[in-house]
Nanobody, 119 residues
């Protein structure tokens, strides 16, 4: 089992910055991809950014150039640096990790952290 603990959410004004963290613990043999989703009220959950085991990154169009995803493999921690935040970024942000277990990829989710951007 893998547990994910997120931190770093909060309230910020338009144009501000936040840094989200997601720490994975438990029995972890090898982490594959990691990433962040978000879900705003009344909307579907959407992928914000992801990073592969080889540190290849992908971003949703609206955050590209403003958000940066990174990972600390030694400490099994994922980060999301969010700059130039806009009200449209307001959502609950969830991290996920894909872990190899007995030859299968299994996905684990964090509990979510609220990000609120005021105008």
């Amino acid at each position: 089992q893998v547990q994910l603990v997120e931190s770093g959410g909060g309230l910020v004004q338009t144009g501000g910055s936040l840094r989200l963290s997601c720490a994975a613990s438990g029995i972890i043999y090898r982490i594959n991809a990691m990433g962040w989703y978000r879900q705003a009220p009344g909307k579907q959950r959407e992928l914000v950014a992801k990073i592969s085991s080889g540190s290849r990154t992908e971003y949703e169009d609206s955050v590209r150039g403003r958000f940066t995803i990174s990972r600390d493999n030694a400490n099994n921690t994922l980060f999301l640096q969010m700059n130039s935040l806009q009200p449209g970024d307001t959502a609950v942000y969830y991290c996920y990790v894909q872990v190899w277990e007995s030859g299968w990829l299994k996905t684990y989710w964090g509990q979510g952290t609220q990000v609120t951007v005021s105008s």
